[in-house]
């Protein structure tokens, strides 16, 4: 029997070089609507998203490489500062995927955090059902307080990841996946 569902599930893997097109206005409404399509205890909405695309992209680079220089002990080098400058300009289109923890009797932190992860891999997951290849990643620049208040987050919000969207350049060989007896035991 196949199931595009379950082969998606089974076969996806991240593609870390990407390239034009990303997904239209359309679709991105479609995959941000996924996204928010989450398991969500007290329906909290314990997360939100910010989009990253055209020109937005040079100017949170160039934001990144100012906060780097501010945050670093040594002065960056001029290649580092580019790398920075360029973070964003690898793909059409990223999403930083916020997870906003709102204190709530019965709502514990832990599970607001972990809708958060549901909702970045349901992103992953309709990019890719619509061919796009994915990739998310934190990087410093998710834990810099610079980066942070640049992104206007506030108290119980944390970045959980930026998801790069794009079309596949390359396929680059899986890595290895954990065989299911090393993860899974039977309650007897
Ligand atoms: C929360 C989170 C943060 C991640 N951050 C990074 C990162 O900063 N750099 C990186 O190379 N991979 C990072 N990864 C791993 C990649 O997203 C990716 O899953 C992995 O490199 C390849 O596995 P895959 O093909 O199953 O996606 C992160 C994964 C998660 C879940």
Same mark, same amino acid.
């Given at each position: 029997m196949t199931n595009a569902v379950l082969d998606l599930l089974l076969q996806r893997r991240s593609v870390?070089? %990407? @390239?034009e097109p990303g997904p239209t206005a359309e679709q991105l409404a479609t995959i941000l609507t996924a996204a928010?399509?989450?398991?969500d205890h007290k329906a909290l909405a314990p997360w939100?998203?910010?989009v990253f695309e055209g020109a937005a992209r040079e100017k949170f680079g160039a934001? %990144? @490489?100012d906060i780097l220089a501010l945050e670093e002990k040594e002065p960056p080098s001029s290649v580092r500062l580019d790398t920075e400058r360029q973070r964003l300009m690898g793909a059409p289109l990223s999403i930083a995927v916020i997870s906003r923890v709102k204190e709530t009797p019965?709502?514990?932190e832990w599970e607001q955090v972990l809708s958060a992860g549901a909702a970045c891999q349901n992103l992953v997951i309709a990019a890719s059902a619509m061919g796009f290849g994915c990739n998310w990643v934190t990087r410093w620049f998710a834990y810099s307080p610079g980066v942070k208040a640049h992104l206007g987050l506030v108290d119980h919000e944390r970045i959980a990841g930026f998801i790069h969207i794009g079309t596949a350049a390359?396929?680059?060989?899986d890595?290895?996946?954990?065989?299911?007896?090393e993860v899974v035991t039977r309650y007897q």
């Open positions: 870390k070089l %990407l @390239a928010a399509r989450v398991p939100r998203f910010v934001a %990144l @490489a019965g709502a514990p390359e396929r680059q060989p890595r290895k996946r954990p065989m299911l007896a």
